[in-house]
């Protein structure tokens, strides 16, 4: 596997090694003990989420607290736009993004740490995300920052058309008025 630093150290993009000949592919999706060494630490996945969306749908920015959940994104089918914020106060990146664009093509995967925001935008006409989770889903303690947020300034590949957010996303807050990831938050 390759480790892809990006501009904020915790956020990683992965590449498998990709094994292929006329029958098709194979390649290792996950092996913890790999990618554990690789970034340094170790991983702990308690949960495995499936997603599939039509072109346009933008889904985020979403994360939890008190319960943060580290995420490791990759595209089974199509393309998306995947993008990281980091919501750590007091971190130098705080407010910073990192984007990749993930695809069933490129099997990249991005690593998105404990203290981030997570979104991404359809690129395709359909798309199917995988994510592993470092915690459960708590849906009382999901969050949501406003994926428009000029504050944090995603340069989202919209083609000029709005995206397709659900309520909840709609509703999201700046991140001036969102409760964020401070000292002791990720300490559990």
């Known amino acids: 596997m390759k480790i892809t630093p990006t501009g904020i150290p915790d956020v990683v993009v992965i590449e498998p090694q990709v094994f292929g000949d006329a029958r098709g592919f194979f390649f290792e999706s996950f092996n913890q003990q790999k990618l554990a060494a690789a970034l340094g630490r170790p991983m702990g996945f308690v ?3 499936h997603s599939r969306s039509a072109r346009g ?3 985020g920015l979403h ?3 008190p319960y943060p959940q580290g995420k ?3 595209v089974i089918q199509g393309e998306i736009f995947d993008v990281a914020v980091d919501i750590r106060r007091g971190s130098p990146t705080f407010g910073k993004w990192e984007s990749d ?3 069933a093509e490129n099997k990249r995967q991005l690593w998105v740490p404990e203290g981030f925001a997570h979104g991404f935008l359809v690129l395709s006409e359909v798309a199917e995300v995988l994510y592993k989770t470092t ?4 849906p009382a303690d999901e969050k949501c920052i406003r994926w428009d947020d000029p504050a944090i300034g995603i340069p989202w590949p ?3 058309a709005m995206p397709l957010v659900s309520g909840k996303d709609a509703a999201g807050k700046s991140l001036a008025a969102a409760r964020v990831f401070e000292q002791g938050d990720l300490q559990r």
């Open 63 to 65: 994360y939890q607290l």
């Open 158 to 160: 919209l083609q000029g």
């Open 101 to 103: 664009v993930l695809s």
């Open 47 to 49: 949960q495995d989420n």
């Open 57 to 59: 749908v933008l889904r």
């Open 72 to 74: 490791l994104v990759r």
């Open 135 to 138: 915690d459960y889903y708590h």
